[in-house]
């Protein structure tokens, strides 16, 4: 037995160094790995938060940083948050009648963006608090706060398809984000006669390409009723589609989306684009907007628009027009009497020229003219309109952060031969991230 024992020991001895060996590195080699896991997360982490820039070709935007992001840690959620504010004061003369000014909160957004699951499933949201932003308050109806819910499916850098209400693909200025403009507002035809939100499908093709030519192509089927449709059900329906032209390849940083050459693109960029929408038996003025028709009523809206920048100097041309047979809708009311409403139907033209200075001063002239449609010039005297604005921007941060002021002069003319001259002048102030 004694005999035995000091082999046996021996032994025992050798299969324990030989496990703790075997355990020690096994143990390396899943510290190893843990720690190669755990630097894996981290940097992933760390690409997804420095790259939380979404960019929704639906619904551009303009913002200097990347706005407040969180991503979980699993990377399968991700969320930022965006907010812009535009607070003006603005001096009206109208001809004949006594100076008033406005001072108001003219737009307060905000906008939550980000993925859920997978980055090619997108999701946009954004809210709007501004009276002038909501519209008009109606009896029965909730407010209007929702200016954008969709959702957005990207399998690859070419193809997205939107579903949900956003904006139509319509004229560029109109594509734009407000807070990307030069001066305080659009122009008056993209107030009249352009497309808005709506709610339906969407399905877009990009093929931009740095320094070749490239081209996108956007389409859209909506409802044609506007957002926060709260109406009866219809069989009314709208169709719309875009193609943008980029000759000498894509502007800097998305430059198509913002007025204005604070890139100061080194060579010449430009854009030539054009957009066609039928909204069928349309219920309001503009389409997706205005007031309430008598008579449904069916139309044509075409755009035409081209940006140019080059070396701090940025041009735009833009021709917008809305057509039908017949514009005014009637109705009688109980007491017999015939009331009457109408599309706004006619055509316009907007021609913007800036310089932006080094010191990140901005000069900017635009000139629109705005002609209406035959029917409503004649029976129903609405004036057509010449407008001329000069604008002065200071970037302080891009267009993030920047103070405005501009003074605007319109020249109204009425078939009966009447004119009327009115001006304002207007200071913004802007702030956003």
């Not at 960019?55 to 706005?67: E, I």
């Not at 069916?298 to 017949?326: C, E, H, P, Q």
Request: zero cysteines.
């Amino acid at each position: 037995m004694n005999s035995i024992f000091p082999k046996d020991y021996k032994a025992f001895t050798k299969i324990i160094l030989f496990l703790r060996t075997q355990l020690y590195l096994t143990m390396k080699k899943a510290y190893l790995l843990i720690g190669l896991l755990f630097s894996i997360t981290a940097l992933s982490q760390k690409i997804e938060t420095t790259n939380n820039d979404i960019k929704l070709a639906q619904l551009p935007y303009y913002n200097f940083g990347k706005g407040v992001g969180i991503t979980s840690t699993d990377s399968i959620f991700q969320l930022n948050l965006r907010f812009r504010m535009q607070n003006r004061v603005t001096v009206y003369e109208k001809e004949d009648e006594k100076t008033t000014y406005e001072g108001e909160i003219r737009r307060l957004r905000l906008r939550f963006d980000g993925y859920v699951g997978n980055p090619k499933f997108l999701y946009a949201v954004q809210l709007s608090f501004a009276p002038k932003d909501m519209g008009k308050t109606v009896e029965g109806e909730s407010v209007n706060i929702i200016r954008d819910a969709s959702m957005t499916y990207r399998p690859n850098e070419h193809w997205s398809f939107i579903f949900g209400q956003t904006k139509l693909p319509g004229n560029r200025q109109r594509i734009n984000s407000s807070g990307a403009l030069q001066l305080t507002d659009r122009s008056i035809n993209n107030a009249r006669f352009n497309l808005d939100r709506d709610f339906g499908i969407q399905a877009y093709y990009h093929h931009e390409r740095e320094d070749k030519f490239g081209f996108n192509i956007k389409t859209a089927v909506s409802t044609g009723r506007g957002r926060g449709f709260q109406g009866q059900e219809s069989d009314s329906y709208a169709l719309t589609g875009r193609i943008e032209l980029f000759p000498l390849g894509s502007f800097k940083k998305n430059g198509a989306f913002f007025e204005g050459d604070i890139a100061r693109e080194a060579t010449p960029r430009l854009m030539l684009a054009t957009t066609f929408s039928h909204n069928n038996n349309a219920e309001n003025s503009q389409g997706q907007t205005g007031t309430k028709l008598y008579q449904p009523r069916s139309f044509n809206s075409t755009m035409v628009d081209a940006i140019l920048k080059y070396n701090g100097w940025a041009g735009m041309v833009s021709y917008m027009n809305r057509t039908l047979s017949d514009a005014i809708t009637y109705t009688i009311d109980d007491l017999g009497n015939r009331k009457s409403n109408y599309v706004f139907a006619g055509h316009g033209m907007d021609y913007q020229l800036s310089y932006l200075f080094p010191s990140n001063y901005e000069l900017i002239g635009r000139i629109s003219t705005q002609k209406m449609k035959n029917q409503l010039y004649t029976e129903l005297n609405l004036p057509n309109t010449q407008e001329f604005t000069l604008g002065v921007t200071k970037y302080i941060w891009e267009h993030a952060f920047k103070l405005q002021a501009e003074v605007t002069y319109d020249r109204l003319s009425f078939h009966q031969g009447q004119t009327k001259n009115n001006m304002y002048f207007r200071v913004q102030f802007e702030i956003g991230i």
